[in-house]
T-cell receptor, first 113, second 109 residues
């Protein structure tokens, strides 16, 4: 079966702009989590969605938001981009929760200039 | 606060030598721990989880609640084990995986 798909793979944006990243989970998976990965900070949890409901949000400013659709696809949005938002954004899907295996996408590399 | 600590950013061993990647955690409840691995140019993927008590690719990890550790071990390292390894703790109360900073394992020929 198809794995987790993230689009786009690479993105270059200017400070102040906003960006939307997309994640298509494995078919049948209802939980989608988002992470920011940077060399200095490792994987930082952004948020988790299950059946269109955000169940948890990490310690990120309100500029970071997300949503999940009825087909479990998820998007995350970052508004008013800052240079420090440059990172690899990873999406992971699970059947129900992170207690079961999390399957990761290849990530979206965001560069803010 | 819940935390996962991987004290070594980089671990380099020779092929055939034993490997131990350290992971310590702090968690007030009953922990559920995982090891994830990322090979070069590949996705992050599950290696093993403590509840399964299984050996994957020769790796094992035992949960030691007394020492709050979940170290990953392999008796004889192979070159294909070179990768980034992450220890993670599942926090049931808010559906969150808490990650260590990762250890880069390099196996020298």
């Amino acid at each position: 079966k198809a794995g987790v798909t993230q689009t786009p793979r690479y993105l270059i944006k200017t400070r102040g702009q906003q960006v939307t990243l997309s994640c298509s989970p494995i078919s049948g998976h209802r939980s989608v989590s988002w992470y920011q990965q940077t060399p200095g900070q490792g994987l930082q949890f952004l948020f988790e969605y299950f059946s269109e409901t955000q169940r948890n949000k990490g310690n990120f400013p309100g500029r970071f938001s997300g949503r999940q659709f009825s087909n479990s696809r998820s998007e995350m949005n970052v508004s008013t981009l800052e240079l420090g938002d440059s990172a690899l954004y990873l999406c992971a899907s699970s059947l129900t929760t992170g207690r079961t295996e999390a399957f990761f996408g290849q990530g979206t590399r965001l560069t803010v200039v | 606060a819940q935390r996962v600590t991987q004290p070594e950013k980089l671990l380099s061993v020779f092929k055939g030598a034993p490997v131990e990647l350290k992971c310590n955690y702090s968690y007030s409840g009953s922990p559920e721990l995982f090891w994830y691995v990322q090979y070069s140019r590949q996705r992050l993927q599950l290696l093993l989880r403590h509840i399964s008590r299984e050996s994957i690719k020769g790796f094992t990890a035992d949960l030691n609640k007394g020492e709050t550790s979940f170290h990953l071990k392999k008796p004889f390292a192979q070159e294909e084990d070179s990768a980034m390894y992450y220890c993670a703790l599942y926090k049931d109360s808010n559906y969150q995986l808490i990650w260590g900073a990762g250890t880069k394992l390099i196996i020298k020929p």
